[in-house]
């Protein structure tokens, strides 16, 4: 399984409690995480298969020298192991939601 993405297609803003549970559903761990503008994460890789869901702001995701703008009510699908970085784009913090796999 490789990096998917998956873009907000509803027309309302996202909620943060449908969203939760819409990955405890799908057997993730959840917690919710900020961070400021310009936050910068190194090349990394997590043991555990995870998710980001955009609650507000916007976080960008390098894979593979690929890079992806999330926005609120985007998901990624990140496989376990898969090397990535990622950084805050822009004037607004961050807000999302960590699904992982342990």
Same mark, same amino acid.
């Given at each position: 399984m490789s990096?998917?993405?998956e873009?907000?297609?509803? *027309?309302? =803003?996202?909620n943060a409690q449908a969203l939760r549970q819409c990955l &405890?559903? &799908?057997? %993730?761990?959840?917690? +919710?995480?900020s961070d400021a503008p310009g936050t910068i %994460?190194?090349?990394?890789?997590h043991d =555990?298969?995870?998710s980001h869901w955009i609650i507000c702001g916007a976080? +960008?995701?390098?894979?593979?020298? @690929?890079? %992806? *703008?999330l926005r609120a009510g985007d998901r990624d699908f990140l496989p376990a192991n898969t @090397?990535?970085?990622a950084f805050v784009p822009g004037n607004e913090p961050v807000r999302y939601l960590i699904?992982? @796999? %342990?």
């Open positions: 990096l998917r993405i873009r907000w297609a509803d *027309t309302g =803003e996202p &405890e559903r &799908e057997g %993730y761990g959840v917690f +919710e995480w %994460y190194s090349t990394h890789s =555990e298969d995870q976080l +960008e995701l390098t894979v593979a020298d @690929k890079s %992806y *703008t @090397k990535h970085s699904g992982a @796999k %342990y």
